[in-house]
Nanobody, 122 residues
Framework: QLRLVESGGGSVQAGGSLRLSCAAS????????MVWFRQPPGKEREWVAS???????NILNSIKSRFTISKDNAKNTLFLQMNSLKPDDTAMYSC????????????????WGQGTQVTVSS
């Protein structure tokens, strides 16, 4: 059983930066895809970024100039570096994982963290 715990959210002004972390424990995540999703207030959850077990990354086109996904295998931790934040980035950010190839569909993931809130003010 893989356990995921996010941290690093908070309130920032537009133009600021945040680094989200997702610590994995309880089972090896070798061979796992790890992803970030976000759910803005009143909207559907959307895929943000993913990283394959081999390190290949994929990021939502509309944010790829500002966000970076990475992971530290030694620390079993997934990161999302968010720069030049905008009010539209306000959302609950959640990490998820599952064995195999990454997908942008939320229902493909068995393991989820509890989420961390990001609020960007103008």
């Amino acid at each position: 059983q893989l356990r995921l715990v996010e941290s690093g959210g908070g309130s920032v002004q537009a133009g600021g930066s945040l680094r989200l972390s997702c610590a994995a424990s309880g089972a090896t995540h070798v061979g796992y895809c790890m992803v970030w999703f976000r759910q803005p207030p009143g909207k559907e959850r959307e895929w943000v970024a993913s990283i394959e077990s081999d390190g290949t990354t994929n990021i939502l086109n509309s944010i790829k100039s500002r966000f970076t996904i990475s992971k530290d295998n030694a620390k079993n931790t997934l990161f999302l570096q968010m720069n030049s934040l905008k009010p539209d980035d306000t959302a609950m950010y959640s990490c998820a994982a599952d064995y195999g190839i990454c997908s942008t569909g939320q229902y493909e993931y068995k393991y989820w963290g509890q989420g961390t809130q990001v609020t960007v003010s103008s």
